[in-house]
């Protein structure tokens, strides 16, 4: 598979930001890794190769960028207030810089998001916050309340990223548009959020399909299954 380092410096950021883009050609996924993890997470974990067929066919373009966890959940060195306006700072640059290059190279409306565990937050909480940027969302293994990660804070920044809060009142046309997975495993630790997250979209009447596999645990080798079964309902 044809794969490009790219890298870009972020105003909002005020650092270079780095991703690994693999297809030349295709409809853009943008694939968030798991906590802390880099742009190149993916491919070594091989859940780029498990939708290999579809990238060779120029189909499908990923872009697996970096996370933004240092500066945000994971930097406990920082006020919990401080590390949710960091995560918007990474949500700005995502939706300001890193959406609009690829809508305009693979001249696309909207794009894909994917992500696995922490990832897959980082996808529902980006689709669910830009619908207008997001035409399928594939959360593999997530959770999706991040109030775990603040200490105890919570403010009006954190309600407006924590999807389970802000989702049961959020109203926008584009919701009802969207292609939307939600996959876990039986034996996942994160299989209730899922069960949740799907009752808040069902009460909205936003459809959806809750994928519950009857195997595995919270792992690669199960998000790696679900990955090219979920990309197929793109085309």
């Given at each position: 598979m044809h794969e490009e380092y790219r890298r870009f410096y972020s105003q909002h950021l005020g650092v270079d930001m780095e991703m690994l883009v693999v297809g030349d050609y295709?409809?853009?996924v943008i694939i968030f890794?798991?906590?802390n993890g880099r742009y190149f997470e993916a491919r070594d974990f091989h859940l780029t190769d498990s939708v290999r067929w579809f990238v060779e066919n120029?189909?499908?373009?990923?872009i697996c960028?970096?996370?933004g966890d240092?500066?945000?959940w994971y930097a406990k060195h920082l006020h919990p207030g401080t590390r949710v306006h960091n995560h918007g700072l990474y949500d700005r640059m995502i939706t300001d810089e890193l959406v609009p290059r690829f809508q305009q190279e693979c001249?696309?409306?909207k794009v894909g998001v994917a992500g696995c565990s922490l990832g897959g937050y980082q996808a529902l909480n980006f689709a669910f916050r830009h619908p207008d940027q997001v035409a399928h969302l594939f959360s593999m293994g997530a959770s999706f309340d991040i109030r775990m990660f603040l200490d105890g804070h919570y403010d009006e920044q954190a309600y407006f990223?924590?999807?389970?809060?802000?989702?049961?009142?959020?109203?926008n046309a584009d919701f009802y548009k969207m292609n939307i997975i939600l996959g876990t495993a039986e034996h996942d630790f994160c299989k209730e959020a899922n069960y949740r997250m799907s009752d808040i979209l069902a009460r909205k009447g936003i459809a959806h399909r809750l994928d519950v596999r009857p195997y595995g645990t919270h792992d690669w080798p199960v998000w790696r299954d679900m990955f090219p079964d979920y990309v197929s309902s793109i085309f």
């Amino acid at each position: 598979m044809h794969e490009e380092y790219r890298r870009f410096y972020s105003q909002h950021l005020g650092v270079d930001m780095e991703m690994l883009v693999v297809g030349d050609y295709g409809y853009p996924v943008i694939i968030f890794p798991t906590s802390n993890g880099r742009y190149f997470e993916a491919r070594d974990f091989h859940l780029t190769d498990s939708v290999r067929w579809f990238v060779e066919n120029r189909l499908l373009k990923l872009i697996c960028i970096d996370s933004g966890d240092k500066w945000s959940w994971y930097a406990k060195h920082l006020h919990p207030g401080t590390r949710v306006h960091n995560h918007g700072l990474y949500d700005r640059m995502i939706t300001d810089e890193l959406v609009p290059r690829f809508q305009q190279e693979c001249q696309v409306d909207k794009v894909g998001v994917a992500g696995c565990s922490l990832g897959g937050y980082q996808a529902l909480n980006f689709a669910f916050r830009h619908p207008d940027q997001v035409a399928h969302l594939f959360s593999m293994g997530a959770s999706f309340d991040i109030r775990m990660f603040l200490d105890g804070h919570y403010d009006e920044q954190a309600y407006f990223h924590n999807p389970p809060d802000y989702m049961p009142d959020a109203q926008n046309a584009d919701f009802y548009k969207m292609n939307i997975i939600l996959g876990t495993a039986e034996h996942d630790f994160c299989k209730e959020a899922n069960y949740r997250m799907s009752d808040i979209l069902a009460r909205k009447g936003i459809a959806h399909r809750l994928d519950v596999r009857p195997y595995g645990t919270h792992d690669w080798p199960v998000w790696r299954d679900m990955f090219p079964d979920y990309v197929s309902s793109i085309f």
